[in-house]
């Protein structure tokens, strides 16, 4: 508990650090709006991020989310502008094609007992090949019949941030307070002894990647809002923004340990560090190469976390 808590205060400062760093650099930065805006980016990446908590927990990783999120927009682009559905019917296709693919991940890795490293990154290109073929290679502009969950409510955020932030507390409740989520910290923690209790891991970690696909499906759609469009090339990279945001928020590449609130911090580092940097004028390089530090930074803490929490026991 004394550990969670001390990892809780540690993001917070650190987060309050970054804004006071780039509101000193920037005059622009400490404004309402500059938040604004962050809170209206941050969507696509927080409930994919929520979904990579999980699967980083049980020890496994997925490399396609980026792929997906541009499959489950292409397809939902075409079931707009071809079949003309509406925003809830798209919003579930995108979810349901996102589910296929994370059940395809889990299915093969577990089954075969393949590194899911391997398998994802198998998806990454598939889910990458098949938006293309969706879109025929070219941005498919649907227009303002998709932009509700990008628009601004009252404050000024917009309903994807809502519907993040619920995503965020849900899974935070699933993780801490449910069999499921002590199944998931357990087997990631060691999955023979889960085995010798008498608990198959199998159908949890199939459930986990099928739950990360079904967020990248819905991060597609947040992302296709904000551009009003399907992109075949949205979520390029995306994996590692999710990935370095899960484990600046102290979940363990190793497994057995993470908190979906702690990586929705990281979301947030990320992204202030991001918009601190463009409004400083740094260039892309550079902003490439701080970014860069910061991810393997947290890599380092993560390992040097890792072999106290050994040592101590």
Same mark, same amino acid.
């Given at each position: 508990?004394r550990?969670?808590l001390?990892?809780?205060?540690?993001?917070?400062?650190?987060?309050?650090?970054?804004?006071?760093?780039?509101?000193?650099?920037?005059?622009?930065?400490?404004?309402?709006?500059?938040?604004?805006?962050?809170?209206?980016?941050?969507?696509?990446?927080?409930?994919?991020?929520?979904?990579?908590?999980?699967?980083?927990?049980?020890?496994?990783?997925?490399?396609?989310?980026?792929?997906?999120?541009?499959?489950?927009?292409?397809?939902?682009?075409?079931?707009?502008?071809?079949?003309?559905?509406?925003?809830?019917?798209?919003?579930?296709?995108?979810?349901?094609?996102?589910l296929?693919?994370?059940?395809?991940?889990?299915?093969?890795?577990?089954?075969?007992?393949?590194p899911?490293?391997?398998?994802?990154?198998?998806?990454?290109?598939?889910?990458?090949?098949?938006?293309?073929?969706?879109?025929?290679s070219?941005?498919?502009?649907?227009?303002?019949?998709?932009?509700?969950?990008?628009a601004?409510?009252?404050?000024g955020?917009?309903?994807?941030?809502?519907?993040?932030?619920?995503?965020?507390?849900?899974?935070?409740?699933?993780?801490?307070?449910?069999?499921?989520?002590?199944?998931?910290?357990?087997?990631?923690?060691? %999955?023979? +002894?889960?085995?010798? =209790? $008498?608990?198959?891991?199998r159908? !949890?970690? #199939? /459930?986990?990647?099928? &739950?990360? *696909? @079904?967020?990248?499906?819905?991060?597609?759609?947040?992302?296709?809002?904000?551009? %009003?469009? +399907?992109?075949?090339? =949205? $979520?390029?990279?995306?994996?590692? !923004?999710? #990935? /370095?945001?899960?484990? &600046?928020? *102290? @979940?363990?590449?190793?497994?057995?340990?993470?908190?979906?609130?702690?990586?929705?911090?990281?979301?947030?580092?990320?992204?202030?560090?991001?918009?601190?940097?463009?409004?400083?004028?740094?260039?892309?390089?550079?902003?490439?190469?701080?970014?860069?530090?910061?991810?393997?930074?947290?890599?380092?803490?993560?390992?040097?976390?890792?072999?106290?929490?050994r040592?101590?026991?």
């Open positions: 508990m550990g969670s001390g990892n809780y205060l540690g993001l917070v400062v650190a987060l309050v650090l970054m804004v006071a760093l780039f509101g000193s650099l920037s005059e622009y930065f400490f404004s309402v709006s500059t938040f604004i805006t962050i809170a209206n980016d941050i969507p696509a990446i927080a409930v994919t991020a929520v979904g990579m908590t999980f699967v980083l927990i049980i020890a496994g990783i997925d490399l396609s989310v980026g792929s997906v999120m541009a499959l489950a927009s292409a397809t939902a682009g075409l079931v707009m502008l071809q079949w003309h559905w509406g925003l809830f019917p798209a919003v579930l296709v995108a979810m349901l094609t996102g296929v693919a994370g059940m395809a991940n889990g299915l093969i890795s577990v089954g075969w007992r393949l899911s490293f391997i398998v994802t990154l198998g998806m990454l290109e598939v889910a990458r090949g098949s938006a293309y073929i969706a879109t025929n070219r941005t498919q502009y649907i227009g303002s019949a998709i932009d509700w969950l990008s601004p409510l009252f404050g955020v917009s309903p994807a941030f809502i519907i993040a932030v619920l995503i965020v507390i849900a899974a935070q409740i699933v993780l801490t307070r449910t069999v499921f989520g002590r199944y998931m910290i357990g087997i990631g923690t060691n %999955e023979e +002894a889960m085995r010798l =209790a $008498g608990v198959d891991p159908p !949890v970690k #199939i /459930a986990v990647f099928a &739950i990360v *696909g @079904t967020l990248a499906g819905l991060a597609g759609m947040f992302q296709a809002s904000r551009l %009003e469009a +399907a992109d075949p090339n =949205a $979520g390029i990279g995306a994996e590692l !923004v999710v #990935i /370095a945001s899960v484990v &600046i928020g *102290g @979940t363990s590449l190793m497994g057995g340990r993470g908190s979906v609130i702690a990586t929705f911090f990281g979301v947030l580092i990320i992204s202030v560090l991001e918009a601190g940097l463009a409004q400083v004028g740094a260039s892309e390089p550079t902003k490439r190469i701080i970014t860069g530090c910061v991810i393997i930074a947290a890599v380092v803490l993560d390992m040097v976390r890792e072999r106290r929490n040592r101590s026991a």
